[in-house]
Nanobody
Framework: VQLVESGGGAVQAGGSLRLSCAAS????????MSWARQAPGKYIEYVSH???????TYTDSVKGRFTASRDNAKNTVFLQMDSLKPEDTAVYYC?????????RGQGTPVIVSS
């Protein structure tokens, strides 16, 4: 299993970023993929899940602002983040099949300044 995130960076509050996660080494189209984040000094938390059939769920704090999507032909999952807030600052991870401890990428940092 290999998961490689990209697209993080620094942005001002109200701005947008699009994260990508390139996956390989497993049957991507049938896997549930998640985005999780860990803010400084806090526990890691799930942000969104997207299932093989495209269904999505989101944690309450990002509903209406973040949109997860996937391209099964390219083995890639995306997280479009709009209306970013300083509290969205964290390292964002791509996770396979809810295996947050054993199947996640190296993370991409997102810094939102006020």
């Amino acid at each position: 299993v290999q998961l490689v995130e990209s697209g993080g960076g620094a942005v001002q509050a109200g701005g947008s970023l699009r994260l990508s996660c390139a996956a390989s080494g497993f049957d991507f189209s049938s896997s549930a993929m998640s985005w999780a984040r860990q803010a400084p000094g806090k526990y890691i938390e799930y942000v969104s899940h997207i299932y093989g059939d495209g269904r999505t769920t989101y944690t309450d704090s990002v509903k209406g602002r973040f949109t997860a999507s996937r391209d099964n032909a390219k083995n890639t999952v995306f997280l479009q983040m709009d209306s970013l807030k300083p509290e969205d600052t964290a390292v964002y991870y791509c996770v396979k099949d809810f295996r947050i401890s054993t199947a996640r990428g190296q993370g991409t940092p997102v810094i939102v300044s006020s």
